[in-house]
C-alpha cells in the first residue's frame, strides 16, 4: 500500500516550486562546508548571527516608519 | 480611489513615500515566508530517518505543496479584491506561522503532507504572492516594475539567509525545534510588520501612487490631479476571459512555469547524465539564484522606463537562449552557460507579467486576475516537470524536452511581443483632467 501511494503520489506530485521550491539537500552540504571552511565558528555564534540579521531588518523597518509617522503629524501640525 | 473627490494630498508628508516602506515589509515576508519553504530541504534527510521513509514520499509533501499553492492563487486574489489585501495577507501570515508550527509537531510523513503539504502551502498562497503584487500594484504606477522586483528579491535573499539558518539550527537542536524557531520568526517579525505598515490603497492615507505629482517632493502639485482608466478594466473578472492580453499573459507565464518547474526539478539529475558531479550542478544552480536576484531588480528597474512587453519577450528568448546552450554545448560549458542565461531570467518575467497586468486591468480585480495567470504557470511547471521525468525514462537523455522547453520560449517570446500594449497599457492612454463630473464618475467606478 506504502509504495503504491508513494509512487502514485510521487509520480503525480513530485515537482519543485519555481518561486519557492525546497532547496537542493547537496547544495545545504555544500553551502554548509563553505560557511564552516570560510568562518571557522561554532554552529551556535551562526545561528545567533543569521537570527540577528534577520529580526534586525523589520525592527529597522518599523523604526523608520515609527519616525516617519511622527515627521508627517509635525508638518501637519 | 486616489483620484477621487476628496482631493488627497499629491505627495508624502512624511519623506520618503510610504509605498517603498511597503515594499521594505514585503520584501521582508517574502525573504521569511519563501525562505522558511525554501528551508524544507534541509530536513529531507533527518525526516528520512526520523520517519523511516524515503526522500520520493518526502517529496510528494512539497509537491502537492507545490500544487495547492498554485490552486490557492485565484482564490487568494479574489479574497483579496473582496477583502484588501492586508487582511488576507494578515490571515495568511498567521496562519502560516501557525502552520509551520505544526509541522514540528508532525509524528510521521503523512503528517507532514498533510500539514505542509495542504495547511502551510494553502495559508502560503495569503501570506505572500498574489495579494503582495496585487497591493503593490495600488501603491506603484510608474514605479511598479522596480517595486514588485525588490518584494520578489526578498524571496531570493529568503534562500541565502533562511537555509543557512535552518542548516545551523538543525545542527545545535532538533528539527521540531527548528520548525517552532521557524513559525515563532515568522509570528514575531512577519505579522506585526504586516499589521503595523501594510495598507491596502494609498488612498486610506490620503495619498497617491508613486508619491503623486512627477514623484519629485519638492514641486509636490506640478501637475494638477488627473484620471487614468485601464483600457480593459472591467466591472467583474470574468468578463477579462474574452480579453487577448489574459491569454497572452497567461500562455507565457504557462511556458515560464514549463521551464523552471522542468530545470527546478531535473537539472542535478541531468547533470549526472552528462558526468557532471551533484555537487558542481548544485553549486552552479546557486549560481544561477544568485544572478537571477540581480537580473530581477536590474529588469524590474528598467520595465519602468520601456515598454513592458518587448523586455517580457527578451526575457524569454535570452532563457530559450539558454536551453539552446543546454542542446548543443558539452557537459560543463553548458552548465555555466545554462547558469549564466537562466540566471538572468529566471524570476524576471514576474514583475513584467504583474505589471503588465495592473497596467491592461487596472486594479478593481487585479488578484483575481493575477492568481488566474498565477495558476497557468503553477499548471504548466507541474505537467513539464512529469513529461520531463517520462522523456527522461523513454530515451534516456532531456535532449527531447530541452527542445520543447526552447520551442515553447520562443513561442512565449513571440507572444509577448504581440501584445498591443500601447493600445491596452494604462501607461499609454492620455491622461484626464479631474473636473467635477470626471471626479464623481471616477469615485463611483471605484
Not at chain 1, 29 to 34: A, L, M, N, Q, V
Not at chain 2, 100 to 123: E, H, R
Not at chain 2, 168 to 189: E, H, K, P, Q
Not at chain 2, 434 to 442: D, G, R, S
Request: charged content about 10%; glycine content about 12%.
Amino acid at each position: 500500500m506504502d509504495m503504491w501511494i508513494e509512487t502514485t503520489l510521487y509520480s503525480a506530485f513530485g515537482l519543485i516550486l519555481h518561486h519557492s521550491e525546497y532547496v537542493d539537500p547537496t547544495l545545504v552540504d555544500w553551502i554548509k562546508d563553505k560557511i564552516d571552511q570560510i568562518t571557522g565558528v561554532s554552529a551556535t555564534t551562526i545561528v545567533i548571527v543569521l537570527g540577528l540579521v534577520t529580526s534586525a531588518f523589520p525592527i529597522g523597518v518599523m523604526a523608520l516608519a515609527l519616525r516617519r509617522a511622527r515627521r508627517a503629524r509635525k508638518r501637519k501640525r | 480611489m486616489a483620484n477621487g473627490q476628496n482631493s488627497p494630498k499629491t505627495n508624502d508628508p512624511g519623506g520618503v513615500f510610504y509605498g517603498w516602506y511597503i515594499v521594505a515589509a514585503m520584501f521582508f515576508t517574502s525573504l521569511i515566508g519563501v525562505g522558511s519553504r525554501q528551508g524544507f530541504g534541509v530536513f529531507v534527510k533527518v525526516w528520512e530517518e526520523d520517519f523511516g521513509t524515503s526522500v520520493g514520499m518526502i517529496s510528494v509533501a512539497a509537491g502537492i505543496g507545490w500544487t495547492v499553492n498554485g490552486l490557492v492563487q485565484p482564490i487568494a486574489g479574489s479574497l483579496t479584491d473582496r477583502f484588501g489585501g492586508r487582511r488576507v495577507m494578515i490571515v495568511g501570515s498567521i496562519g502560516m506561522a501557525l502552520a509551520t508550527i505544526g509541522v514540528g509537531f508532525m509524528p510521521n510523513v503523512y503528517g507532514l503532507i498533510v500539514m505542509y503539504g495542504f495547511v502551510l502551502s494553502a495559508l502560503a498562497g495569503g501570506a505572500f504572492g498574489t495579494p503582495t503584487t496585487s497591493v503593490i500594484s495600488r501603491w506603484f504606477q510608474r514605479n511598479r516594475g522596480r517595486a514588485i522586483s525588490f518584494v520578489m528579491a526578498g524571496g531570493s535573499a529568503g534562500g541565502l539567509i533562511m537555509v543557512p539558518f535552518a542548516a545551523y539550527l538543525l545542527v545545535i537542536s532538533d528539527w521540531r525545534t527548528a520548525w517552532f524557531v521557524l513559525g515563532g520568526m515568522i509570528f514575531l517579525f512577519g505579522v506585526p510588520l504586516i499589521v503595523g505598515i501594510v495598507r491596502d490603497d494609498p488612498a486610506d492615507m490620503g495619498l497617491e501612487p508613486d508619491g503623486g505629482s512627477d514623484g519629485n517632493p519638492d514641486q509636490p502639485n506640478l501637475m494638477p490631479l488627473q484620471i487614468r482608466v485601464a483600457p480593459l478594466e472591467t466591472t467583474h473578472w470574468r468578463d477579462s476571459i474574452h480579453s487577448a492580453p489574459l491569454w497572452q499573459l497567461s500562455v507565457a507565464f504557462w511556458v515560464c512555469g514549463i521551464t523552471t518547474g522542468m530545470i527546478a526539478v531535473h537539472f542535478v539529475r541531468w547533470a549526472e547524465s552528462e558526468d557532471i558531479s551533484a555537487g558542481t550542478a548544485a553549486l552552479a544552480f546557486g549560481v544561477l539564484s544568485v544572478i537571477n536576484g540581480a537580473g530581477l531588480i536590474f529588469v524590474g528597474w528598467i520595465s519602468d522606463y520601456m515598454p513592458r512587453k518587448n523586455l517580457l519577450g527578451i526575457v524569454y528568448l535570452v532563457r530559450a537562449g539558454a536551453f539552446l546552450a543546454l542542446i548543443f554545448l558539452p557537459g560543463q560549458a553548458a552548465l555555466w552557460s545554462f547558469a549564466v542565461l537562466g540566471g538572468m531570467s529566471w524570476l524576471a518575467t514576474v514583475p513584467m507579467t504583474n505589471g503588465l497586468t495592473a497596467d491592461i486591468y487596472g486594479l478593481r480585480n487585479i488578484g483575481m486576475i493575477n492568481g488566474l495567470i498565477m495558476m497557468s504557470h503553477q499548471l504548466g511547471g507541474g505537467a513539464a516537470v512529469i513529461a520531463a521525468g517520462v522523456v527522461f525514462d523513454v530515451w534516456g537523455t532531456y535532449d527531447a524536452a530541452f527542445v520543447a522547453g526552447f520551442a515553447t520560449l520562443v513561442l512565449a517570446g513571440v507572444v509577448s511581443f504581440s501584445i498591443n500594449e500601447s493600445k491596452y497599457s494604462i501607461r499609454y492612454q492620455k491622461p484626464v483632467p479631474i473636473t467635477p463630473n470626471v471626479a464623481t464618475a471616477a469615485s463611483d467606478g471605484d
